[in-house]
T-cell receptor
């Protein structure tokens, strides 16, 4: 497909369980972003990659959150020992190559529910 | 914190123009105004952006005041499918993450 793809769309985890959320960006997009969106609020920035380099992880809420993009394409957001407050929609976005208008294209998100 | 303020909600009659305001009084000279919208259970969708000139595309028009302290997104003929939360964001064009505020929840009524 031509858009940003995220999987799974829905994830239910028991408290304390580890989860992994996947993002397939638009082909050729060098920049990739992860956001967290709590119910009724706007998305909040978590982390940013340019190719395989994680240039900004200032938004990650704790050291239980880890993101990687080893080959500069697919990215995985991992949450260890999930807590109820981690319940949210996790959005991935990719942006057009440097030099072009920097529009971010978002996936549909993964809704994580921690019980 | 978001650098913009928007009304929390607005209603618009189907077929009429929807005019969504945004205040960004602290905008810097190199910051663009971006508009995104988010329909229920979907990710945010890019609508339009601009620096200082008015912009128009197939989705909407963006009117930016001369002092750039505010802007208006115009949906010329709103349909029920335009019901969504609309986010106004200011950011340098080649910057990194967007800072989203709570946005405006637009309800298009039949």
């Amino acid at each position: 497909g031509a858009g940003v793809s995220q999987s799974p769309r829905y994830k239910v985890a028991k408290r304390g369980q580890d989860v992994a959320l996947r993002c397939d960006p638009i082909s050729g997009h060098v920049s990739l972003f992860w956001y967290q969106q709590a119910l009724g609020q706007g998305p909040e920035f978590l982390t940013y990659f340019q190719n395989e380099a994680q240039l900004d992880k200032s938004g990650l809420p704790s050291d239980r959150f880890f993101a990687e993009r080893p080959e500069g394409s697919v990215s995985t957001l991992k949450i260890q020992r999930t807590q109820q407050e981690d319940s949210a929609v996790y959005l991935c976005a990719s942006s057009s190559p440097p030099g072009a208008k920097n529009i971010q294209y978002f996936g549909a998100g993964t809704r994580l529910s921690v019980l | 914190d978001a650098k913009t303020t928007q009304p929390p909600s607005m209603d618009c009659a189907e077929g009429r123009a929807a005019n969504l305001p945004c205040n960004h009084s602290t905008i810097s000279g190199n910051e663009y105004v971006y508009w995104y919208r988010q329909i229920h259970s979907q990710g945010p969708q890019y609508i339009i952006h601009g620096l200082k000139n008015n912009e128009t595309n197939e989705m909407a028009s963006l009117i930016i005041t001369e002092d750039r302290k505010s802007s208006t997104l115009i949906l010329p003929h709103a349909t029920l499918r335009d019901t969504a939360v609309y986010y106004c964001i200011v950011r340098v064009d080649y910057g990194q993450n967007f800072v989203f505020g709570p946005g405006t929840r637009l309800s298009v009524l039949p």
